[in-house]
């Protein structure tokens, strides 16, 4: 949601794509992404392999995955949350569901904000660049399904499970994050 103003899927796709083809400007890149943010780098990497040099993926969902019942619940009662306009609820409900520490909670209602959804289907095959997919040894069981059936199903991808982490990886145990990440990019 944008000023109010909630897009259609496929224009909030192609809204991000000209974001980050705009930011990228030409220039190669590694992209990082957390959650859906690393939906929407596969997806980027996936229409323009040409410009993705590496994808780091921070407990992402795979584009193909069929929800559990609890994830499919969680889905649902957000999305129920978020077209009622009841904003905050559903930030409570994504700070308890991931177990995010209090802190970030801004960081949570500031996500939903930004109504991001919309990236429905990724040829995995077309990613080019090597991925590292990264997944919190404590996150939902689907996530840690996900990260693995990721890193079987790219072509260049390894797996790194961060040990003590839930959803967030990078802000719950930064330091062995950063290190995974670090060897990889290097």
Same mark, same amino acid.
Request: glycine fraction near 6%.
């Given at each position: =949601?944008?000023?109010? #103003?909630?897009?259609?899927?496929?224009?909030?796709? &192609?809204?991000?794509?000209?974001?980050?083809?705009?930011?990228?400007?030409?220039?190669?890149?590694?992209?990082?992404?957390?959650?859906?943010?690393? !939906?929407?780098?596969?997806?980027?990497?996936?229409? &323009? /392999?040409?410009?993705?040099?590496?994808?780091?993926? !921070?407990?992402? @969902?795979? /584009?193909?995955?069929?929800?559990?019942?609890? !994830?499919?619940?969680?889905? +649902?009662?957000?999305?129920? $949350?978020?077209?009622?306009?009841?904003? +905050?609820?559903?930030?409570?409900? *994504?700070?308890?569901?991931?177990?995010?520490?209090?802190?970030?909670? @801004? =960081?949570?209602? %500031?996500?939903?904000?930004?109504?991001?959804?919309?990236?429905?289907?990724?040829?995995?095959?077309?990613?080019?660049?090597?991925?590292?997919?990264?997944?919190?040894? &404590?996150? *939902?069981?689907?996530?840690?399904? =996900?990260?693995?059936?990721?890193?079987? +199903?790219? /072509? *260049?991808?390894?797996?790194?499970?961060? @040990?003590?982490?839930? &959803?967030?990886?990078?802000?719950?145990? @930064?330091?062995?994050?950063?290190?995974?990440?670090? %060897? #990889? $990019?290097?």
């Amino acid at each position: =949601m944008w000023d109010g #103003f909630e897009l259609p899927g496929e224009l909030r796709r &192609h809204h991000l794509e000209d974001d980050l083809a705009d930011t990228v400007a030409g220039d190669r890149v590694a992209l990082v992404g957390a959650s859906y943010g690393g !939906l929407v780098c596969l997806d980027f990497a996936a229409r &323009h /392999p040409e410009l993705v040099t590496a994808i780091v993926l !921070l407990d992402a @969902p795979h /584009p193909d995955h069929e929800e559990s019942d609890d !994830l499919l619940a969680y889905a +649902e009662e957000e999305e129920r $949350l978020l077209e009622e306009g009841r904003l +905050e609820e559903a930030t409570d409900l *994504n700070v308890s569901y991931w177990k995010i520490p209090g802190r970030l909670r @801004p =960081m949570v209602r %500031r996500s939903l904000e930004f109504d991001i959804r919309g990236v429905d289907e990724v040829d995995l095959s077309a990613v080019r660049a090597p991925v590292l997919v990264v997944v919190g040894e &404590h996150d *939902n069981p689907d996530f840690r399904e =996900m990260g693995e059936r990721l890193a079987r +199903e790219l /072509p *260049n991808a390894e797996l790194v499970v961060i @040990p003590g982490a839930g &959803h967030l990886p990078s802000v719950e145990r @930064p330091d062995a994050t950063l290190e995974a990440v670090a %060897r #990889f $990019l290097a």
